[in-house]
């Protein structure tokens, strides 16, 4: 596939959104920007990415995100822009299991 640019996964912590960062990594994203509500997850997938990326300047990190507060969604959106300039690709793997 081969992508080039800056990725933000929100819910990067496990399952799709582990696979979808690893994947930015293996493909040759500049960077990823890991955002999870248990941003210890987040962080081990950051080591995960490291370790796949293929490219040499690749740059990953982990930052909490709570997806139900717009306070939260705003400040992860102002860090990516601080941290990255722009990002290129995202995706929206948030979410909670229970009863509604």
Sequence with gaps: ??????????GGGSGIGRACAISFAKEG????????IA??????VVNECKVAAVN??????AIPVDVTREESV??????A????????YC???AGLTGFI
């Design 81 to 88: 822009v601080r941290t990255f300039g722009r990002i290129d």
């Design 56 to 61: 040499k300047d690749f740059r990953c990190e």
């Design 74 to 79: 705003g400040n992860l959106m102002s860090h």
């Design 39 to 44: 941003v210890r997850f987040a962080k081990d």
């Design 91 to 93: 995706v929206n793997s």
């Design 29 to 36: 994203a500049s960077g990823v920007l890991i955002a999870d």
């Design 1 to 10: 596939m081969g992508v080039s640019g800056y990725a933000l996964v929100v």
